[in-house]
């Protein structure tokens, strides 16, 4: 994993703040209960929004964050790896995507889907992950080697 600056820290934080379920129950409107478990919040819960009384517990908070940097750190190695980016073998693009991967749980994630075929993601099949830029923010995703360079080819 990478190593964060407090700057990056931040980024991720922002990150983090604006993407909690939809559906919060009063409890978590209310900063009472973790916004993604809804465990009664203790001393440890980390504050999401200046905002609002919104809060997540350390254990919910760290799953996010671990799923950020896997995410972030699996990406930079594909936009930094020829291999990957022709959809050969490369094993530290595989090795850091079972990583990321093992965090889904941790973020309360669901298993991920290509964005191109909307199919899961298996384990034996080539995968990328990628940024689109929506009109509000930066959308992380996925997507089967094949249907993302289908993609780009057809441009």
Known sequence: MSALVAEELERLHQLI?????????????????????DVPCDDTAVDLSTLGPLRACA????????WLVSWYDWNGHVDACTPCQQG???HVGRGRRVLHLLTTG????QPPLCTGCQGPLHDDEPALPFVWTGQSSEHLGYGHTRCLLRRATSR
């Open 106 to 109: 941790l973020a309360r994630k």
């Open 59 to 66: 254990t919910c908070y760290a799953g996010q964050l671990v």
């Open 88 to 90: 050969r073998v490369c």
């Open 17 to 37: 703040a604006w993407s909690f379920p939809p559906g919060l129950s009063p409890e978590s409107v209310a900063g009472e209960a973790c916004v993604w478990c």
